[in-house]
């Protein structure tokens, strides 16, 4: 893995607040040890050592693999070392322990379901973006459906991920000018937010895409795949700001996103990149401080947190998408 800094002696870092989530997380970094690196200090480059071990003083896996023409697209993560994933085949959903790489099905997904963006609440609900208009609730611990919600017609549209933000999971259309919010729980209305202001939906190809909220929690951040833009969207209004990018021309291939404090990761999918952004106060600039590669990636699409490491799925969109094509999932320091 490599990681490479354009300005590596101004770089703003994450509060310790925000890298490390709190005790349970600060626990789980020294149980692993996270080794530092080495650095290149010419060229800016930065090489991962050490990553990480177990409270047995193993090393926890780097990469595991999915079943055989998983097709996977969405990883999420929640206070446990459990990564769940879901299928695009037929929107099964797949758990595995990051201690031991060691994983199985746990819902079985069925004939015209899909699986892509997930979340996981702390209340053990799965958030689960349907694509075909459907946004599904699971139990984490069973794998059961708990609630399924319609949000627009089958046709048309692309539920494509999905964040939490106050009392809703906010769901992206990526054929469609809206974001949806579908109170969190197993009951309540739904919520439509058309996107207004600086949102322009282009026909034909992947707007909206990946979704989080801004660190002051009071709007969301939405890339648009196409060409390749941040928006700070209000949560009342649906008034959509563009985000002036500093550093970086686009994010053109933008997918999920994952932030922790003032630092935005934008994986940019068949880029096989995440660009690492640090957002003003306000979320209406972003300034690029460095970018990881990884010779493992193979178009990762989205990515989620555990302790020091951020874990991505590999979509590889540009292989043959068959039942015997595999995947894997890895992991990468931060």
Not at 53 to 76: D, K, R, S, Y
Not at 135 to 162: C, K, M, W, Y
Not at 267 to 287: E, G, M, W, Y
Not at 300 to 319: D, I, K
Request: proline content about 6%; cysteine-free; hydrophobic content about 35%.
């Amino acid at each position: 893995m490599t990681r490479s800094h354009p300005h590596p002696h101004s770089l703003p870092h994450p509060s310790r607040r925000a890298l490390l989530g709190g005790a349970a997380l600060t626990a789980f970094a020294v149980a692993t040890g996270a080794g530092a690196g080495t650095a290149n200090a010419a060229t800016g480059t930065k090489t991962a050592t050490t990553i990480g071990g177990g409270a047995a003083g193993g090393t926890w896996p780097t990469e595991f693999p999915l079943p055989n023409g998983f097709l996977p697209e969405g990883i999420a993560i929640g206070r446990k070392p459990y990564a769940y994933m879901g299928s695009r085949a037929n929107g099964a959903i797949y758990r595995t322990d990051l201690r031991t790489g060691e994983g199985g099905i746990l819902f079985a997904g069925g004939t015209g379901l899909i699986a892509v963006g997930l979340k996981l609440d702390h209340d053990g609900l799965l958030y689960v973006a349907g694509n075909t208009g459907v946004a599904r609730t699971h139990d984490s611990r069973t794998g059961e459906v708990v609630a399924t919600h319609q949000l627009t017609e089958p046709t048309g549209h692309f539920i494509n991920d999905v964040t939490l933000l106050g009392d809703r999971a906010w769901f992206t259309d990526s054929r469609a000018a809206a974001l949806y919010g579908v109170p969190r729980g197993r009951t309540g209305t739904v919520k439509t937010l058309p996107l207004t202001g600086d949102w322009v939906q282009l026909p034909d190809v992947n707007n909206a895409n990946g979704i989080v909220g801004t660190p002051d929690g009071r709007a969301l951040i939405v890339v648009k795949s196409t060409p390749g833009e941040l928006y700070n969207v209000n949560l009342r209004t649906g008034h959509a700001t563009k985000i002036t990018l500093v550093g970086a021309a686009n994010v053109v291939n933008g997918d999920g996103l994952y932030r922790i404090g003032r630092t935005l990761y934008v994986v940019q999918n068949r880029l096989n990149l995440i660009s690492v952004f640090h957002l003003d106060p306000k979320s209406t600039t972003a300034t690029l401080t460095g970018t990881i590669t990884d010779p493992r990636f193979d178009v990762p699409t989205t990515a989620a947190r555990f302790g020091n490491r951020l874990y991505l799925v590999n979509a590889r969109f540009t292989s043959p998408q068959t039942p015997e094509t595999t995947f894997t999932g890895v992991a990468v320091p931060i």
